[in-house]
């Protein structure tokens, strides 16, 4: 078995220990966060915190999921690095499917 030795496997743990912080740092800010502004913007610095975190997360799965092509086809840490963009494209989707939703029910 090809095994890549401890450096590749050190980045894959920090980039993946950094995407979890700020995966999960997206929601405490949004429940942390006291809306601000007036009428219709009121609360929209929550909403601008949780999307800036989580294209922070977003950046560390893109760079996680490169990280994770060196190893080779079918390893674990392969298959495991691709979970973080996996997250991130139904979270997108999410958004759009709620954006999407919401302009057809008014």
Same mark, same amino acid.
């Given at each position: 078995?090809?095994?890549q030795g401890d450096g590749p496997r050190l980045w894959v743990t920090i980039l993946f220990a @950094?995407? #979890?912080?700020s995966f999960g740092y997206a929601f405490v800010s949004f429940a942390s966060l006291e809306p601000t502004g007036d009428s219709f913007t009121r609360g929209m610095n929550r909403v601008t915190s949780y999307l800036g975190w989580?294209? #922070? @997360?977003?950046m560390v799965a893109l760079v996680?999921?490169? #990280?994770g092509r060196s190893w080779p086809k079918g390893h674990a840490i392969r298959r495991m690095t691709a979970v973080p963009i996996c997250?991130?494209?139904l979270h997108i989707l999410a958004i759009v499917g709620i954006i999407i939703w919401a302009s057809y029910t008014s």
């Open positions: 078995m090809n095994d @950094a995407w #979890v912080m989580q294209g #922070v @997360a977003g996680l999921f490169g #990280v997250l991130a494209l």
